[in-house]
């Protein structure tokens, strides 16, 4: 959690803020929290907040956004950011939640990787696949698959049920 004023200036910082940012309270607080966060926001963070203040149109606020953070030292990561504005001793203040998202943002990343890979294989070796969502008992199947089949290559959902029947009657 991170709490700032009205002119972006730190006001609290959290015990998990100061293990995610690498910062201990005392660097912080007092500082601007553009400090914490990579280009073009670093640069644009007083004019969002001019903007908001004048136009009270919100932009980030109350919705999760992925951004990029700037722990200590200038290394960068992925977080997600969640905003909210109020008022405390007569003054807009406002609320950031801060969610580092490294691992999952790279967990994504090789599972993109690894999908890309199979996608690949499959290709280059003439392979049909067919999958089963057991929530929605829908069957989908690949266009190779539907090639060796002979099942129209623009009908690649079916009902498990029915292709079950009509493709694999012994299951």
Do not use: C
Request: proline share 2%; net charge negative; hydrophobic share 35%.
């Amino acid at each position: 959690i991170i709490v700032i004023n009205s002119r972006g200036i730190i006001q609290e910082f959290s015990p998990a803020a100061e293990r995610i940012f690498d910062y201990a309270f005392d660097e912080l607080v007092g500082k601007k929290v553009n400090i914490l966060m990579g280009e073009p926001h670093r640069s644009a963070h007083d004019g969002y907040l001019k903007r908001y203040l004048d136009s009270l149109v919100a932009h980030i606020l109350d919705q999760n956004v992925e951004v990029e953070g700037v722990r200590k030292g200038g290394r960068r990561f992925h977080m997600n950011l969640s905003v909210q504005g109020a008022f405390w001793g007569g003054e807009r203040i406002f609320i950031g939640r801060v969610r580092d998202i490294t691992d999952s943002k790279e967990a994504e990343a090789q599972l993109v990787d690894s999908q890309e890979r199979l996608e690949l294989a499959l290709r280059g070796g003439g392979l049909g696949f067919w999958d089963v969502n057991l929530e929605t008992g829908k069957t989908v199947i690949n266009k190779r698959y539907a090639i060796i089949y002979g099942r129209p290559e623009d009908h690649l959902e079916e009902d498990r049920d029915e292709w079950i029947d009509q493709l694999h009657p012994d299951d």
